[in-house]
């Protein structure tokens, strides 16, 4: 698949001598959704700010669809959308004036077709004519998406868009980011929520402390970290797991009336079975078994807890 992005050893670290990234490397596809993630502090922002051009990089190249973004920063910055975090918009202009300045600013020529399309699939249609300053927070940050929208960007950066909105308009954004995806464009996304993560995006990148640990497809990632976890309901509850049982890491849940024991799905041998035949002779019944895989936040926990480990 082609690549639309290329990030090649790029680092930044500030005057003061904060290191606010290390060195990473990322290639991003064409037409892909890329959800990067990674609590806060850990450098998604400035990744995304020195790929806008916001933020100059101390070392490293940065290419967007062939253009070098730090030789042609005009160029680059063409193919990118950006939402920000944060809301920068004129509070006295209306939404439709607004999202007209932003094509403009860019060289692009009028097309209100367009852009009128764009507020009609952010359900701003209804307020073009508002002023910002009288819309709500949710309908201020869809204005933010139109405003990112308006030149017709290869590659739309959605910084924690969903951040303070509530469930209906997070649901939108969803649905929105789809369709942008079934046209062609190339979304990356930075978030807190996993399960935006889980539900929209195709890879994975988990940042943390700088450093990007590792960026995988979200199936694959999930079928080789993920773990399942076999809820065993018991007749009579345990006040302590007994030292037979002890090679299987069980812990007790519920007041000691479910035996929990977390295992590898992919694993030749699960070890399930054995279990429970060894639960028969201790004569522990149970009555109901439940299996759960784990999310891509478990995951994702998993894997920062590993760094902090390992550090």
């Not at 918009?89 to 403009?104: I, K, L, N, W």
């Not at 943390?208 to 990632?221: A, C, M």
Request: charged share 30%.
């Amino acid at each position: 698949m082609q690549v639309i992005l290329a990030v090649r050893g790029v680092s930044k670290t500030y005057a003061s001598g904060h290191r606010a990234l290390g060195s990473v490397d990322l290639e991003i596809r064409k037409g892909e959704i890329f959800a990067l993630l990674g609590p806060n502090g850990a450098g998604k922002t400035t990744l995304i700010n020195m790929i806008c051009g916001i933020v100059t990089p101390s070392a490293g190249t940065i290419t967007v669809d062939g253009h070098d973004a730090i030789a042609e920063p005009r160029a680059a910055r063409m193919k990118i959308g950006l939402v920000p975090q944060e809301l920068s918009v004129d509070m006295f202009e209306t939404v439709q004036a607004t999202t007209r300045y932003s094509r403009r600013l860019f060289g692009r020529a009028g097309h209100d077709a367009y852009i009128d399309e764009v507020l009609r699939d952010l359900s701003l249609w209804d307020k073009r004519h508002a002023k910002i300053m009288e819309l709500s927070g949710g309908m201020k940050r869809r204005v933010l998406i139109a405003k990112a929208l308006a030149h017709e960007p290869d590659i739309l950066f959605l910084d924690e868009p969903t951040a303070g909105v509530d469930v209906a308009l997070r649901r939108d954004m969803w649905k929105l980011v789809k369709k942008l995806r079934e046209r062609g464009t190339t979304i990356i996304l930075t978030t807190h929520y996993i399960e935006e993560a889980e539900e929209m995006a195709d890879r994975v990148g988990v940042i943390d402390r700088g450093e990007l640990l590792l960026v995988e497809d979200k199936v694959e990632l999930m079928k080789k970290l993920g773990k399942r976890e076999m809820d065993i309901a018991l007749v009579e509850p345990l006040a302590a797991i007994p030292a037979a049982l002890d090679q299987w890491q069980l812990t007790l849940a519920d007041e000691g009336t479910r035996l929990r024991y977390t295992f590898d799905a992919q694993a030749e041998r699960t070890g399930i079975p054995s279990l429970l035949r060894k639960l028969g002779e201790l004569d522990i019944a149970f009555k109901d078994l439940d299996t759960s895989k784990s999310s891509l936040e478990d995951i994702f926990v998993d894997l920062v807890a590993q760094k902090e480990k390992a550090a």
